[in-house]
């Protein structure tokens, strides 16, 4: 099946840093990539919708200036965590979809990033 | 808006024995269904899912889902699970481009 890969798979930053990671679809090429933040024993949330070449689309809620997605590349997109306070601590993960002419049919899933501000 | 309610937050079953983990969902028109499966500290895998044609889905790992359009359920069972099965399942039913989330389930596999 298609691989997505994301990096780092965790990081430790001080309070008031921002924290870039990336999404990578391997072996595929996605026009769409979705970020998604998890709490603990908690399901994923979508925060955004990322399309190659154009701006993001955020769910409500979501700052999008605190949460910069970047979508470069078909097989690249990147979340960048602006001045991360503790608050921001999660687990985050991003997919990668396959479309058919029908709308979505999969997504693949990243391995995810644990974020701890401390 | 879509929705998908799992009912069950956590299923405790023993080594070997079967276990469903029931998945209902919201909608009116044709959809996408899935069930992934999140092991600790990781991302999600697909298990299965359903897209058109025969209603009963084999996933991975010895996995299988019967979509069933009347009760809008997609439940997704193992007839002897392992202790590997230890983890978190989600259920998931597509809305347009995005994909919804149940609120998952917790299977414990007792020894």
């Known amino acids: 099946g298609a691989v997505v890969s994301q990096h780092p798979s965790w990081v430790i930053c001080k309070s008031g840093t921002s924290v870039k990671i990336e999404c990578r679809s391997l072996d595929f090429q996605a026009t769409t990539m979705f970020w998604y933040r998890q709490f603990p024993k908690q399901s994923l949330m979508l925060m955004a919708t990322?399309?190659?070449?154009?701006?993001?689309?955020?769910e409500q809620g979501v700052e999008k200036d605190k949460f910069l997605i970047n979508h470069a590349s078909l097989t690249l997109s990147t979340l960048t965590v602006t001045s991360a306070h503790p608050e921001d601590s999660s687990f985050y993960i991003c997919?990668?979809?396959?479309?058919?002419?029908?709308?979505?049919?999969?997504?693949?899933f990243g391995p995810g990033t644990r974020l701890l501000v401390l | 808006a879509q929705s998908v309610t799992q009912l069950d937050s956590q299923v405790p079953v023993f080594e070997e024995a079967p276990v469903e983990l029931r998945c209902n969902y919201s909608?009116?028109?044709?959809?996408?269904l899935f069930w992934y499966v999140q092991y600790p500290n990781q991302g999600l895998q697909l298990l299965l899912k359903y897209l058109s044609g025969s209603t009963l889905v084999k996933g991975i790992n010895g996995f299988e889902a019967e979509f069933n359009k009347s009760q809008t359920s997609f439940h997704l069972r193992k007839p002897s699970v392992h202790i590997s099965d230890t983890a978190e399942y989600f259920c998931a039913v597509s809305e347009g481009d995005k994909i919804i989330f149940g609120k998952g389930t917790r299977l414990h596999i007792l020894p």
């Open positions: 990322s399309n190659e070449g154009s701006k993001a689309t955020y």
């Open positions: 997919s990668a979809s396959v479309t058919s002419g029908r709308g979505l049919e999969t997504q693949y």
């Open positions: 909608s009116s028109v044709s959809v996408y």
